[in-house]
């Protein structure tokens, strides 16, 4: 069974601050990796995708991937209390061609 | 611009019953996917149809049957629904591998 790991939180950061969003992966041979943001009660939403190793910025969301330690992560500079979400690490699954989640990292975002 | 549609948004089911979660996208998508997801455990996929045609048990396929019924719909049956099948579905479609999924606005099951 392919795995995603996230640690559950809640991460709580004041406004302002950087969060940092972790997740590893079980299987080697995945080459693509997405982050999605889940309000309560909402669907996920797709906030970034990362395909080779390093950095991938986009606005306030910076993706970092390290494809030998099979480990992925998600900054967010300058939080917001709308940042206060839950947030999904996927990666694609090689034997069934699919996304495969972790639980989700919840973030709150103090004022 | 429509995306992903889900029917219904909820629907209360005694233990028994049986239903059938529609789904459609208009983005010309290839692949479709049912996923459910519970209180910390995050998104499993229960289905899910690569192309036109083709349909694959997903992690979680016991108690479910799907329909891939053209390139636009992919639906989810519940024969005989079981207290275990309460949970939020979601349909999502990309347009292949290494794509970004579009999800629907979900369905909120309660089976009783």
């Known amino acids: 069974q392919k795995e995603v790991e996230q640690n559950s939180g809640p991460l709580s950061v004041p406004e302002g601050a950087i969060a940092s969003l972790n997740c590893t992966y079980s299987d080697q041979g995945s080459q693509s990796f997405f982050w999605y943001r889940q309000y309560s009660g909402k669907s996920p939403e797709l906030i970034m995708f990362?395909?080779?190793?390093g950095d991938k910025e986009d606005g306030r969301f910076t993706a970092q991937l390290n494809k030998a330690s099979q480990y992925v992560s998600l900054l967010i500079r300058d939080s917001q209390p709308s940042d206060s979400a839950t947030y999904l690490c996927?990666?694609?699954?090689?034997?069934?061609?699919?996304?495969?989640f972790g639980s989700g990292t919840r973030l709150q975002v103090q004022p | 611009n429509a995306g992903v549609t889900q029917t219904p948004k909820f629907q209360v089911l005694k233990t028994g019953q049986s239903m059938t979660l529609q789904c459609a996208q208009d983005m010309n998508h290839n692949s479709m996917y049912w996923y459910r997801q519970d209180p910390g455990m995050g998104l499993r996929l229960i289905y899910y149809?690569?192309?036109?045609?083709?349909?694959d048990k997903g992690e979680v396929p016991n108690g479910y049957n799907v329909s891939r019924l053209n390139k636009r719909e992919f639906s989810l049956r519940l024969e005989s629904a079981a207290p275990s099948q309460t949970s939020v579905y979601f349909c999502a479609s990309n347009e292949g591998l290494h794509s970004p999924l579009h999800f629907g606005n979900g369905t909120r099951l309660t089976v009783t």
């Open positions: 996927a990666v694609m699954d090689t034997g069934r061609r699919a996304l495969t």
């Open positions: 149809s690569a192309s036109e045609g083709t349909t």
């Open positions: 990362i395909y080779s190793n």
